[in-house]
């Protein structure tokens, strides 16, 4: 079976400096990773994918995620955090039929001024 | 991408009751699923709304509590049936491609409480 965890239940950073989400996965087979980002009182938004190819993957809102197969990892990073970069955000797999998708607990990302 | 309408927002309903739920895709879409998420929570699967036949359930939930339609490639409903207060929850229609390229798109959700 197919699942992700996040091990933070939180993160605060300072704004302008990098910020790092992390996400590890187990999955049989080629893992399908997603980050998706809820804002308050709003649905959920896709952020970015892995599916093959480079390990760094380019993302909406200046995000990108490293994709690292001997530490099955899947860390959300952005250089210079903002302040509008605070929201819940989810790391999600998706089974190999490509159907379902199996989410995170999810962590919250704290950017103070 | 798609944009998904789901509706009623919020609802306040009493026990014993049911709320039908219905999520509108502006475009077709191969995969519908029903999630339910508390507030700041993960989001858990209910169930694979699929096309023309009865919806694939995840452990734990069940058709007679959870009955799920799907007449089309856009359009969905999701009824909580005989409603408790451990029903209270944001329920989210998702739709998608499926397959290794595709993303989810995700309604507003439906914040119900149950009193």
């Known amino acids: 079976a197919q699942s992700v965890a996040q091990p933070e239940d939180q993160v605060n950073v300072a704004e302008g400096n990098p910020l790092t989400v992390k996400c590890t996965y187990s999955v049989s087979g080629n893992p399908y990773l997603f980050w998706y980002v809820q804002y308050p009182n709003r649905g959920l938004q896709f952020l970015l994918k892995y599916i093959t190819g480079d390990n760094l993957v380019k993302g909406s809102y200046g995000f990108e995620a490293e994709f690292n197969k001997s530490q099955t990892s899947f860390h959300l990073k952005k250089p210079s955090a903002l302040v509008s970069d605070s929201a819940l955000y989810f790391c999600a797999v998706m089974n190999t039929g490509g159907f379902k998708t199996i989410f995170g607990a999810g962590t919250r990302l704290f950017v103070k001024a | 991408s798609a944009v998904i309408s789901q509706k009623p927002s919020r609802d306040i309903c009493q026990r014993g009751t049911s709320l039908t739920i219905q999520c509108q895709v502006d475009?077709?879409?191969?995969?519908m699923f029903w999630y339910r998420q508390q507030p700041g929570q993960s989001l858990t699967l209910i169930a694979t709304a699929n096309q023309g036949s009865e919806a694939t359930y995840e452990s734990g939930f069940v058709i007679d509590k959870f009955p799920i339609s799907r007449p089309n490639l856009t359009f969905s409903t999701l009824t909580v049936s005989n409603m408790s207060p451990e029903d209270s929850s944001i329920y989210l229609c998702s739709g998608g491609q499926g397959g290794a390229n595709e993303k989810l798109f995700f309604g507003s959700g439906t914040q119900l409480s149950v009193l």
């Open positions: 475009s077709q879409v191969t995969m």
